[in-house]
């Protein structure tokens, strides 16, 4: 690339421009103000053909493409369309060479842990027999016990050994809730790559546990200031700066094609194992799959392999954070409109300008503002259905698990757990659900203590205006839980604590 497009890429980049647009600015060409300068060296690739209306049956047949529907492609400057097209051919190399393949599938099972449980969480399948009058069979994937303690790593093993084939030494990533930055690190360190893991500066201080282990495992931490949305934004400067030698590593199905369906290869080993071991312990397949949503890689981890099977049903949750209605949430398919965000077309949290609206969830890891474009095709086409839970519920759900099976799910998978409380009394008896627990929960205790302390004092502690004193800006209000405007319309009795009444703008 040359250093002037560089420059002007980066430019774009920085001001949210090339990789936030809408689709009707697409349409009436008003990205046009944004990249004029860029025109003749690198033009925007927008496929017409792509923006047709197309039929909401899902086909399968074509989504190697990179086009899930109207949603997906590539919205990238021209230079990155070889990059991105050398990836698609290295990968179909790799994951056609019986080497590769054999070497991941040792790596899968002798260092990350595979296979992962299916396990039968009787106590808490009971549990939905006492309130409900009728018992599903609910079955927990594992993926909590991978090394690392998440799904990321089946993913960033799989691509960090592409990346060394292809020459790359220089791993580049960001991470939120901080485990696919564990998980890049650990591979990194076991393939000899150095590895630079961008992070918001809020959530450094919410995950300190997986800065710690990252730096630990050798990795370079570079703080970004605000959360995950920065973070992404400059890991793409930093690949963008470095295309030669360095490989941008996506922690999930999301940016331009072939990322997402890379990732979605790599993670469909989740998938892959539950219909093998539903045979071995059922006979049969799952009834029900329940995978949580941030980018979306655990659910379609687990969703690739039954897509085909019309008679499994397949939920996706997505966090509520304080309420869909408070606009502090991270649910971009429940709440989100459509349009391109870092290469690719899909929903997104955005607003009347085409700009991000920060996502929000206890849940760090769910705070994406831009879904994989193959789950909002899966909405659309209505093979998958999507719910939302809030902060509130998914805490409720992270200490019954705990209770109940004691296992104790990250707080990203504690909104799937959550879901089962609107789900389970709508199943007939005996329905097996799958639901995918993404990882653990240890990252997440302090968060967790913290809340409840938080809850315990505003209930017990009234007499207490020590909060009411505390000047604080509004990222200090979410890190300690301190109550806004949105807090008090959910709990009224908070309002006395209320600091900065902030109104933020609902995105729709
Ligand atoms: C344990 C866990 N589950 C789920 C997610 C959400 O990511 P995705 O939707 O890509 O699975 C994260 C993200 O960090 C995570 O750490």
Request: with cysteine.
């Amino acid at each position: 690339m040359s250093s002037l497009c560089n420059l002007q890429f980066s430019y774009l980049l920085s001001h949210n421009k090339l990789w936030n647009n809408n689709l009707d600015d697409i349409r009436e060409k008003k990205v046009g103000q944004y990249t004029s300068t860029l025109f003749k060296t690198c033009k925007l690739i927008i496929p017409s053909a792509s923006l047709a209306n197309t039929s909401l049956s899902y086909n399968t047949t074509t989504h190697n493409s990179g086009w899930f529907g109207k949603f997906g492609g590539k919205y990238v400057p021209e230079l990155l369309m070889t990059c991105l097209s050398n990836l698609e051919d290295e990968f179909y190399n790799a994951i056609n060479d019986a080497k590769f393949q054999e070497e991941l599938k040792v790596a899968l099972r002798d260092y990350v842990g595979r296979e992962t449980p299916l396990y039968y969480a009787k106590r808490l399948s009971e549990y939905y027999k006492k309130d409900y009058g009728h018992e599903p069979e609910i079955y927990l994937k594992r993926e909590d016990l991978n090394h690392g303690g998440a799904h990321k790593i089946n993913n960033a093993l799989a691509q960090a050994m592409l990346a060394k084939r292809m020459g790359r030494m220089s791993i580049v990533t960001a991470t939120g809730a901080g485990q696919h930055g564990v998980a890049t690190a650990a591979v990194c360190a076991k393939l000899g790559l150095s590895c630079t893991i961008c992070m918001g500066s809020l959530d450094i201080q919410r995950q300190p546990s997986n800065v710690g282990i990252m730096e630990l495992l050798g990795a370079q931490i570079k703080t970004v200031d605000g959360t995950y949305k920065d973070a992404s934004s400059e890991a793409f400067r930093e690949w963008v700066a470095n295309l030669e030698s360095s490989y941008l590593l996506p922690g999930s199905v999301v940016g331009p094609h072939p990322c997402p369906m890379m990732v979605r290869e790599f993670q469909s080993v989740i998938g892959n194992e539950v219909r093998k071991q539903a045979m071995e312990k059922w006979g049969g397949k799952p009834d029900v799959l329940v995978a949580c949503v941030g980018g979306g890689s655990n659910a379609m981890g687990l969703f690739h392999e039954f897509k085909q099977d019309e008679e499994v049903r397949m939920f996706g949750v997505e966090a509520a954070g304080y309420g869909l209605e408070s606009g502090w949430h991270s649910a971009t398919l429940s709440k989100g409109d459509v349009g391109v965000y870092h290469g690719t077309m899909s929903y997104l949290l955005q607003d009347d300008e085409g700009q991000i609206v920060g996502p929000y969830s206890v849940g760090v890891g769910l705070e994406c503002p831009g879904v994989g474009p193959e789950l909002s095709y899966l909405k659309d086409s209505q093979r998958a259905e999507f719910h939302s839970v809030t902060d509130e519920e998914a805490l409720l759900a992270y200490k019954r698990l705990c209770k109940l099976e004691g296992i104790f799910p990250a707080l990203e998978a504690s909104h799937a757990v959550a879901f089962l409380d609107k789900l389970c009394p709508t199943l007939p008896h005996g329905t097996k659900v799958v639901l995918n627990c993404s990882g653990r929960g240890n990252k997440d205790v302090a968060t967790v203590q913290q809340l409840d302390q938080t809850v315990h004092m505003y209930n017990y502690d009234r007499g207490n205006n020590s909060l009411h004193n505390t000047k604080t800006t509004l990222p200090t209000q979410r890190l300690l839980n301190i109550p806004t405007e949105e807090h008090a319309l959910r709990f009224p009795y908070l309002r006395e604590y209320v600091q900065q009444p902030y109104s933020r703008k609902n995105n729709k």
